[in-house]
């Protein structure tokens, strides 16, 4: 009986863990970063932040990141850094896996919604974002 209350725990815990793939049409679009935190504590706030990250996904789950700056017109201004990236999932983790140059990195989706966007970096930080909400001066 034991053994089977134990099965059936697990069965519970497995089927109530988030599909990640979900995460997945959340991911592109404009987010603006909210604050960074390591350890379960508050690293930085943003109250207000310059630039914005945009993420562009394809139908392949290849994509790129950009740092755009908004400007008082509605308008950005684009960076001409960009990093390339696929998604990837492993294990139910859902990851952006970054190849510039040389060099790969990953980074793990937690969480992507309508209203938020939590990335963890292998360093222990955790980077959450809100939509960007353009500034609207009438």
């Avoid at 690293?43 to 950009?66: H, P, Q, T």
């Avoid at 400007?71 to 492993?90: A, M, N, P, Y």
């Amino acid at each position: 009986m034991r053994q089977f209350l134990t099965l059936s725990f697990f069965i519970l815990l497995i089927s109530c863990k988030s599909e990640v793939s979900t995460y997945i049409p959340f991911v592109e679009g404009y987010w603006e970063i909210v604050n960074v935190s390591k350890d379960q504590k508050k690293v930085k706030d943003y109250k207000i932040s310059g630039s914005v990250d945009y993420f562009k996904v394809n139908a392949d789950l290849s994509g790129y990141r950009k740092k755009v700056t908004p400007r008082f017109d509605g308008t950005f201004e684009i960076s001409k850094h960009v990093s390339e990236f696929t998604l990837s999932i492993k294990d139910n983790h859902l990851w952006i896996i970054y190849t510039n140059n040389i060099v790969t990195y990953r980074e793990e989706i937690i969480r992507a919604n309508n209203s938020s966007l939590i990335l963890s970096n292998s360093d222990g930080f955790i980077y959450t974002y809100k939509p960007y909400e353009p500034l609207i001066f009438e």
